[in-house]
């Protein structure tokens, strides 16, 4: 465009000026280079010259899931089809070189079921024989929903100042460790294609993941939590400053809500964080920060607070619980407050530091009751409860330090060491202290592979990673040794990381955005997990947010199992959980080699395996190898062996063999036996008692499956798996089951 323009210009001129003296003619050509050079420029395309812009993807996905030998807990998921599809849609204006308007559309569609109003408010319920009802998206049975990324934004311009604000339903933002952070190091294969991948090829997406899995980073470890509301980033200002606040009212920010105090009890909606609905819970988040201190660095302060309206307490779900069936006393709200100074950046060009020390404090708004009920209603009444007033109580602060330092000091050989300390009651929810991707209650549990890939409040300890590369291949070797500050309940936490995923889809329970459902809910025949025995198990009664009754429960894409490790029988008709300090121990050795060349081609063919030891146990085990050594409350083996093949550069295979084992000694059954006592028409009374025994955990499941994805056309992908899984649970056969599990999906990019 530049060389015929000029050309044509200075054609013209030089036609111009041939009549002239020579060196009027130059006189003339050196005064019209400007006028020129700026005509040439105003014909070139510029972003002010396209001030609408529009891009995004388009998904089709198909699962299926099939029991070939189902447990009764999954009777009513034997087989099941789901089929969807979803548009996004990212909008860019720009009217102009300093403002610049964006918004996120996302469209989901469900071609499965119909939209019901009954279902709607009571989400948990099966459906009947005559209605056809959506199950993948959302419990909620909305035939089509909105996803994440439905929100707007501006983005400001002018100097040294520059900034965006953005409100919507789901906007992403990070800010330091223990404040507002994500964090999991669980590696990603090439076998687990998920649903938000960004635009690449497939050659890309295998080297990417097959020659280096994703442990952090990347858009399936996002450092980023999810919030709805309004979010702003002044990301510019004079003297290499920078700001960001966040005002948000998420569903499960709500103490009503929380664990299935209101949203589980049939609120409707299900925006993963949504703004809009009054949930009588707020976010509040602010930050700034310096960069560049001697060069590198960048120190931060932060501040992180939920705080809770006080008509929570008449929550007709929040109320009952709190009054008529528990013994907890008068209802509290617990606003909670964290606040922090981090501190990150290059100390040298080999080694990377980041830091965060945080102070937590919680605001606790206890409520009493009064016997004038003349300013409530009948319902309130009946209850036998008002509020007469509350009284505010501040905790004392509580201290979480993590650090994190990178160092690459030995040439292909980079070596990372985290350490972390967190006293027993410091509770950040939207940090790399809650072990879940949703902020749940705060109790007191030991989870599995804790400190070395997620971590919990109460905990201290040391994380070690070494990841060299070499010609051909990689490994990764990792060793966490953590131990709680203080004596905690022997209630530990699992989650199954070989076919958890999968399992929590088939269920009928299943949803993406409302985590922490008891898994078998769902079921219409009303069978359920055999499950081993928690906390409270002689009743269900008592506030849902304490409760810890063991049994599976749902995460965010991932399926968790709970059990108290009691010492005998007695202990539990008692109601006496063993108290210990609980170390946790973690090894992992995954490595990957590209034998291609073993066969004389120029494809790659890698060969990826992880095999994994962890342990929870009430004295310090330098390597958890099996069950009865050092005490353990449980122990756990994982592998994963999973080879790619590149059939062409377009067309790539991949394969999955994988076993994962979880055992303990220190599991019971509590199982109910009811009977009835008098048997007038006058009175009956129904009794139910019960009978523990000894039920150790011996889990064994398996995975074997085999995939695809191939670039059949420009910036468009299928992909396809699928995978037979089994479960054995060696002591209660009963919830054994195996599965089959088939999912393509195509995705095109525009």
């Known amino acids: 465009m530049r060389k015929p323009v000029s050309s044509i210009l200075l054609a013209s001129c030089l036609g111009a000026a041939w009549a002239l003296p020579p060196q009027l003619q130059l006189d003339s050509l050196h005064a019209a280079m400007d006028t020129m050079s700026n005509n040439m420029e105003s014909t070139l395309l510029g972003k002010d010259d396209l001030p609408l812009a529009v891009s995004g993807y388009m998904a089709f996905r198909l699962k299926n899931f099939q029991y070939s030998e189902p447990s009764p807990w999954v009777k009513d998921d034997r087989a099941r089809t789901a089929v969807d599809a979803t548009l996004n849609v990212n909008v860019v204006a720009m009217p102009n070189s300093y403002i610049t308007l964006f918004t996120n559309l996302s469209f989901p569609f469900d071609m499965t079921g119909t939209y019901t109003n009954n279902l709607a408010k009571n989400p948990t319920n099966a459906p009947s024989n005559d209605e056809r009802v959506l199950y993948d998206h959302s419990t909620d049975y909305y035939s089509s929903t909105l996803n994440e990324e439905f929100n707007v934004g501006v983005d400001i311009r002018a100097g040294v100042f520059g900034a965006y604000v953005t409100a919507g339903g789901v906007i992403w933002a990070n800010a330091s460790p223990l404040t507002m952070w994500e964090r999991e190091t669980m590696a990603r294969f090439s076998w687990q294609y998920e649903l938000y991948e960004d635009e690449k090829t497939v050659s890309t997406y295998y080297k990417e993941k097959s020659f280096k899995p994703v442990k952090e980073g990347g858009r399936a470890f996002w450092t980023n939590r999810s919030f709805g509301g309004v979010f702003g980033n002044v990301y510019q200002l004079p003297a290499n400053m920078k700001a960001q606040f966040l005002v948000s009212q998420p569903m499960d920010a709500d103490m009503g809500t929380r664990d299935g105090l209101r949203m589980y009890g049939g609120q409707p909606g299900e925006l993963e964080m949504i703004g809009t609905y009054d949930l009588r819970g707020s976010v509040y988040h602010g930050r700034i920060a310096k960069e560049k201190i001697a060069d590198n660095l960048t120190v ?101 330090v993590y650090l994190k330092a990178q160092s690459k000091h030995i040439e292909g050989w980079p070596l990372t060491i985290e350490a972390a300390y967190f006293s027993q009651n410091f509770y950040s929810p939207y940090a790399i202290t809650n072990p ?315």
């Open 300 to 400: 931060g302060l932060n501040y992180l607070g939920v705080v809770y309206d006080d008509g929570t307490v008449y929550e007709p779900e929040f109320r009952h619980q709190w009054v008529v069936l528990s013994d907890f006393g008068t209802p509290l709200l617990l606003n909670n407050h964290v606040g922090s100074i981090d501190i990150k950046g290059n100390v040298t060009p080999k080694l990377f530091l980041m830091t965060d020390i945080a102070l937590n404090a919680v605001d606790s708004s206890i409520f009493y009751q009064s016997g004038q009920t003349k300013d409530y209603s009948d319902q309130d009444r009946k209850s036998g409860f008002s509020a007469a007033g509350k009284t505010d109580k501040w905790s004392n602060p509580e201290v979480g």
């Open 436 to 750: 879940s991707r949703f902020p749940g209650w705060r109790k007191d549990e030991a989870y599995l592979n804790g400190g070395s890939l997620r971590y919990s409040s109460n905990l201290t300890g040391v994380n070690l990673k070494l990841e060299p590369t070499f010609n051909r291949g990689y490994f990764d070797l990792q060793y966490g040794q953590h131990r709680q500050v203080v004596e905690g309940k022997d209630v530990i936490v699992f989650n199954y990381r070989l076919n958890g995923r999968n399992m929590w889809e088939s269920s009928n329970s299943w949803t993406k955005h409302k985590p922490l459902f008891v898994a078998d809910s769902g079921n219409y025949s009303g069978t359920a997990y055999v499950n081993r025995a928690g906390i409270e198990m002689n009743s269900e009664e008592g506030v849902k947010q304490y409760r810890q009754r063991g049994g599976l429960y749902g995460g965010t894409w991932e399926l968790w199992e709970s059990f108290a490790a009691y010492d005998n029988a007695g202990q539990i008709q008692e109601e006496n959980v063993p108290m210990h300090a609980k170390w946790e121990s973690y090894f992992s050795f995954m490595g990957g080699y590209d034998i291609g060349h073993w066969f004389r081609t120029d494809r790659n063919i890698m060969m990826t395996a992880l095999v994994a030891l962890s342990g929870v146990s009430n004295s310090f085990a330098p390597l958890a190898v099996n069950e009865k050594s050092f005490d353990m409350l449980l122990w756990s083996f994982y592998g994963q062996f999973e080879p790619t093949i590149a059939i062409t550069t377009k067309f790539h295979m991949v394969g999955i063999l994988g076993l994962e084992t979880f055992r303990s000694d220190k599991a019971y059954l509590a199982e109910s036996i009811s009977s009835t006592v008098g048997q007038s028409s006058e009175y009956k009374s129904q009794v139910n008692t019960f009978l523990y025994k000894k039920a150790p955990i011996n889990y064994r499941e398996t995975a074997l499956g085999l995939g695809f994805d191939w670039d059949f056309a420009d910036r468009v992908g299928l992909h396809v798996r699928y995978k037979y899984m089994t479960h054995s649970d060696e002591t209660v056969s009963v919830n054994d089951w195996h599965s089959h599990y088939i999912s393509a999906e195509t995705k095109a990019w525009f």
